[in-house]
């Protein structure tokens, strides 16, 4: 339902399943084979599956905590977007990628929930995209000694949040991996 014109498609995007950002990451064995397990399914419903990369100066590019997972292997045919700021709309390439591809819902996965995740979900809402989070593949680290809540929490509480977003003429919702479908 999706408010962009002749968008039928749905796209899996997997953002920031990096080295060094899931390291210390809650549940991260777990969520990274649902993030494995949903790559497969949306490469055999021929859905798009886009990679989102983020840099900065405790990521630098081309160092081992900026690398994808090993667990994860993008295709070459796959995109993959790299981004500098939280929401992976901003600053980048990805709306063109959607775009060319026909998108207009998105499924996310990937990590972190309270940062990338979560300005990632609001920016493609607001763009007028219809957006599933994938509420057991999607994680963070924990951030409690600064105040924040248990990761977890945080988690649980995004999930919460997230399924009862409403706007005119656009989807959100919560799915667990075993629920997705990329085709109607």
Known sequence: MTTLQNRPNTA??????QNGVVAGAHARDAVV????DLVGRAR????????????DG????????????PELERRESEALVHKTYGDAFEGTELEEVLAAAGV???????????ACIRSTIHGAFARG????????????????????????????????????????GRI?????????????
């Not at 899996?12 to 399943?17: A, E, K, P």
């Not at 084979?33 to 494995?36: D, L, M, R, S, V």
């Not at 959100?172 to 109607?184: D, I, K, L, M, N």
């Open 33 to 36: 084979a649902n993030i494995n």
């Open 129 to 168: 995209y219809d957006v599933t989070l994938v509420g057991d593949a999607h994680t963070t680290e924990d951030l409690s000694a600064y105040g924040a809540p248990t990761p977890d929490q945080v988690i649980g509480h995004t999930n919460l949040y997230w399924q009862y977003q409403s706007a005119p």
């Open 104 to 114: 207009g819902r998105l499924v996310v996965s990937g990590a972190q929930t309270d």
């Open 12 to 17: 899996l995007l997997v953002i920031d399943v």
């Open 44 to 55: 055999a419903e021929s859905a798009p599956v886009v990679w989102v990369q983020h840099s």
């Open 58 to 69: 405790d990521l630098e590019v081309g160092s081992d905590s900026w690398e994808i997972v």
């Open 172 to 184: 959100a919702g919560v799915a667990t991996a075993r629920e997705v479908a990329f085709t109607a």
